[in-house]
């Protein structure tokens, strides 16, 4: 896979060190011990949700994702626990393989995750907080954040965009918050252009 879906997968390698933190906070030092804020309650127990028919549902967290038709998603896969360690639960879309797989197929990506916000202090838990981690994240992987943070609309619903570039690689990166977690989507393409279309063809639902 190219730059791009390498990179796509950073954010979740980072998110899921044993202490993000300090990863997110490039250059702080931050405490071994914290007191953990109350955690809230939960309608359900998370589960990693599954995929069907082309869409990924998760009634856990309250989504429903289809990426664009040259996408397939793979398994989703769920790690941590909502208040020890980050929970976080993610899908991948990514392109079938095959004989004419080409340029544009290989380096185009969707990733989404979910995590669990519980393990961040209280004040810390808005999507701004949380674009701010993420465009840190990606500086120290090596991507350059282009422009500012803007609003956009997935779907009919709302997130910051964020976007980087590295090379001839682009990504833009959706997040928002719902009943408790951070939902963000990694775009990725070799320019904007076809990063723009990989959003156009995303439908999302948020569930409840």
Known sequence: ?????????????????ATPPALWSQGSAVPRT?????VPAQKVLPTKGVVESGTYKN?????EFTPASSLRLQEPEMKGTLDATPLLITVRAVAD????????SERSTTVFYAEA???????????????QRVIRAQEAGGFRHVGS????????????RAD?????AHQA????THNGYAFVFIFGALDVGVTDKLIASTKIRVTN
């Open 1 to 17: 896979m190219g730059d791009v879906l390498r990179t796509g997968i950073l954010i979740l390698t980072i998110a899921s060190a």
């Open 34 to 38: 914290r007191s953990k804020a109350p």
């Open 59 to 63: 009634a856990s967290i309250g989504l």
């Open 97 to 104: 393989p095959g004989p004419f797989l080409g340029l544009f």
């Open 117 to 131: 916000l519980a393990y961040y202090p209280e004040d810390k838990r808005g999507a701004s907080n949380y674009v």
């Open 149 to 160: 943070v803007t609003s956009a609309q997935l779907s009919q619903t709302s997130f910051l």
């Open 164 to 168: 980087f570039e590295k090379g001839k």
């Open 173 to 176: 990166v959706f997040v928002t």
